[in-house]
T-cell receptor
Framework: GDSVTQMEGPVTLSEEAFLTINCTYTATGYPSLFWYVQYPGEGLQLLLKATKADDKGSNKGFEATYRKETTSFHLEKGSVQVSDSAVYFCALTYSGGGADGLTFGKGTHLIIQP | NAGVTQTPKFRILKIGQSMTLQCTQDMNHNYMYWYRQDPGMGLKLIYYSVGAGITDKGEVPNGYNVSRSTTEDFPLRLELAAPSQTSVYFC????????????FGQGTRLTVV
């Protein structure tokens, strides 16, 4: 079956540091890829997405590129802020009839120190 | 626009009790989902629905039931609660699963003692 593997946390960085959170996937078809963010006490919110190979998703200074050759979708940000502290989930799903929900990684807890 | 609304936010159940977690969305989405989130384990799909009257099992359906009588509502029923069902439960909805985002409720934190 499909699976998503992302780096274990917590990841602790200083403000303005460069961020990379690794995400790789195993899929039987050609999925769409997502990064969701969960702030304390809240539900998940979409951060960015990419629906086909070589697409780059971006939002709020975060970027991730859909790499089919390495089955990866690493999340990056050039300069993190304290407000970026949250749990980040990499996920995949299928379009065109694949209605059985998102497959999530285990989440990476990011802590940004002032 | 309220999005996805879940109730209650918190609940403590005794072993063997039952309860219904409510979920309502006002975006006219056909696709709805229930997930559970356990510490360090990501989210696991319990049940999903592709429209009113249609539901199907996800990865971890045992001990739960769902119904979908309207587009808006997708309640999750726990029968005979067990400690293993202690978790945070999220309801979500989507317009087009592979192309558009899923919208999540704020979650229900359930403790079974």
């Amino acid at each position: 079956g499909d699976s998503v593997t992302q780096m274990e946390g917590p990841v602790t960085l200083s403000e303005e540091a460069f961020l990379t959170i690794n995400c790789t996937y195993t899929a039987t078809g050609y999925p769409s890829l997502f990064w969701y963010v969960q702030y304390p006490g809240e539900g998940l919110q979409l951060l960015l997405k990419a629906t086909k190979a070589d697409d780059k998703g971006s939002n709020k200074g975060f970027e991730a590129t859909y790499r089919k050759e390495t089955t990866s979708f690493h999340l990056e940000k050039g300069s993190v802020q304290v407000s970026d502290s949250a749990v980040y989930f990499c996920a995949l799903t299928y379009s065109g009839g694949g209605a059985d929900g998102l497959t999530f990684g285990k989440g990476t807890h990011l802590i940004i120190q002032p | 626009n309220a999005g996805v609304t879940q109730t209650p936010k918190f609940r403590i159940l005794k072993i063997g009790q039952s309860m219904t977690l409510q979920c309502t969305q006002d975006m006219n989405h056909n696709y709805m989902y229930w997930y559970r989130q356990d510490p360090g384990m990501g989210l696991k799909l319990i049940y999903y629905s592709v429209g009113a009257g249609i539901t199907d099992k996800g990865e971890v359906p045992n001990g739960y039931n769902v119904s979908r009588s309207t587009t808006e509502d997708f309640p999750l029923r726990l029968e005979l609660a067990a400690p293993s069902q202690t978790s945070v439960y999220f309801c979500a909805s989507s317009y087009s699963p592979g192309h558009t985002e899923a919208f999540f409720g704020q979650g229900t934190r359930l403790t079974v003692v």
